[in-house]
């Protein structure tokens, strides 16, 4: 694959290790055969031809959703487990990659500043935050969760799943939780959880951690942090007051999610949970007759809603945290330094150009502007055209509609018309990000350019 856009140098790795994985188990007779090469080759080649119908996830002009390439790392590591297949349901099922979970994620709580938890990994933030929904649930039944209208929406889907009452908070002009709306809410009493969200999933705000613990302290309501998204940020050295704040308090709350698979650059599924309270494992346990224990340690499926789980995805985990450190300063840090400075930089050219105008500057690695027009109506309809011109330069962004109050120091004269305005998003998150913000702002502004053309042009 000679010139290939398509990472391959991990392949001569991955047959080296594939040696060594078999080296262990020498001593086994043979055991059949393991399928017919040719036809295999020919549905392989079937599935690539398939994948062409893709956008180019993996490459730097995809700006668009949340979608960052797994490491080289990961990938290997994952395959080399899947020759075996191990299963982290419990120790049997998945010894070595059951204890690779185990070490993976206390490196994950000890980021975060926990050295004593309960946590492990699961298949991404939705059910991550299932459990912790669950948890709080069982901890205070009867009791009221509350989330912010820019929080994930499986909050408020998830809570009807548990048959717990939801309430929405309003947020600020900068997509944060809104602190005076909370505290309203709080005061009508019967609020057991409040979920700060570090990194939304519209534009990256980060709610204001701190207020809500001191808001924690009058009216002793659990506290969860949903960071499916930001959670990793908490290691680079470029944030904003706010989010380095909020980040720096993350250690005093109940429980956290994050997201492996998003900023840990890790293949899907890997989400990750974690509670403060080691006990909490209580609620978890079940006395099945048939869940096999030929050993008398913890095994994992006594601490997951969950059952049986893929050991590849700890293994990956496991495996990229070794080659890159969850430290502070380090390699891994760096590359989200830099994805936060490319959504920095981008949105400096943005906002430096009077065809736009922006909400607010991005507390993370996503920006969000709307081009300017005479209405909120006539702005979405702007936004769609400039999407579509600029898929044709094989640039992908995405859309997002928001709020108008988002846009309220910026929009000027537009006649709201509408309450939400259709947005431009970029998720900046891969570090090479850096290194193509002068091409992406090239694509965005021809694109502009020629969706202006084409309104101007219509009756």
Not at 103 to 121: N, T
Not at 305 to 331: D, F, H, I, M, N
């Amino acid at each position: 694959m000679k010139g290939s856009v398509l990472e391959t140098d991990s392949l001569r790795i991955l047959d080296d290790a594939l040696g060594t994985l078999a080296s262990g188990f020498a001593s086994l007779p043979a055991a059949g055969a393991h399928g017919d090469a040719e036809a295999m080759a020919r549905v392989l080649g079937e599935v690539a031809e398939r994948l062409h119908d893709n956008f180019p996830y993996f490459h730097p002009l995809y700006a668009g959703q949340m979608l960052k390439p797994p490491h080289p790392m990961a990938r290997v590591a994952s395959a080399l487990a899947a020759w075996i297949n191990p299963n982290n349901h419990a120790l049997d099922g998945g010894r070595a990659s059951s204890q690779m979970e185990k070490e993976a994620v206390a490196a994950i709580a000890r980021m975060f500043g926990w050295d004593s938890h309960l946590g492990h990994l699961c298949s991404g933030g939705t059910m991550a935050n299932l459990e912790a929904l669950w948890i709080a649930r069982e901890l205070r039944p009867g009791t009221k969760v509350v989330a912010s209208q820019q929080a994930h929406y499986t909050h408020r889907r998830l809570s009807a799943v548990l048959a717990i009452d939801f309430e929405s908070v309003a947020c600020d002009g900068a997509g944060r939780m809104d602190i005076a709306a909370l505290e309203r809410i709080l005061a009508a009493g019967n609020v057991g959880t409040v979920v700060a969200t570090l990194g939304t999933t519209a534009v990256g705000s980060v709610d204001p951690l701190p207020r809500i613990l001191e808001l924690r302290e009058r009216y002793g309501f659990r506290l969860h942090a949903d960071a499916a998204y930001g959670g990793y940020f908490i290691l680079a050295g470029n944030l904003a007051e706010n989010a380095r704040l909020a980040f720096d308090r993350i250690a005093e709350v109940d429980s956290i999610v994050v997201d492996p698979h998003k900023h840990g650059l890790q293949p899907y599924g890997c989400g990750c949970v974690l509670f403060k309270d080691p006990s909490v494992g209580r609620f978890y346990k079940h006395d099945s007759p048939y869940t096999y224990f030929s050993s008398s340690e913890l095994h994992l499926g006594e601490i997951s809603l969950e059952c049986s789980r893929p050991g590849a995805s700890a293994v990956g985990l496991w495996a990229t945290q070794r080659l890159l450190p969850l430290e502070k300063g380090g390699e891994f840090a760096s590359m989200l330094e830099r994805s936060r400075a490319a959504a920095l930089a981008l949105f400096e050219r943005i906002r430096a150009d009077a065809r736009f105008m922006t909400a607010f500057a991005p507390e993370l690695d996503i920006v969000v502007w709307a081009p300017r027009a005479a209405s909120a109506g006539e702005a979405s309809a702007l936004s769609r055209r400039i999407f579509d011109e600029a898929a044709h330069r094989n640039l992908h962004l995405a859309l997002a509609d928001l709020p108008m109050e988002f846009f309220a120091a910026d929009a000027g004269a537009m006649t709201r018309d509408r309450p939400t305005v259709t947005c431009l998003r970029s998720v900046l998150m891969k570090p090479e990000h850096l290194d193509w913000v002068e091409r992406i702002w090239a694509i965005v502004d021809a694109a502009t350019r020629a969706a202006s053309r084409e309104a101007g042009a219509r009756p």
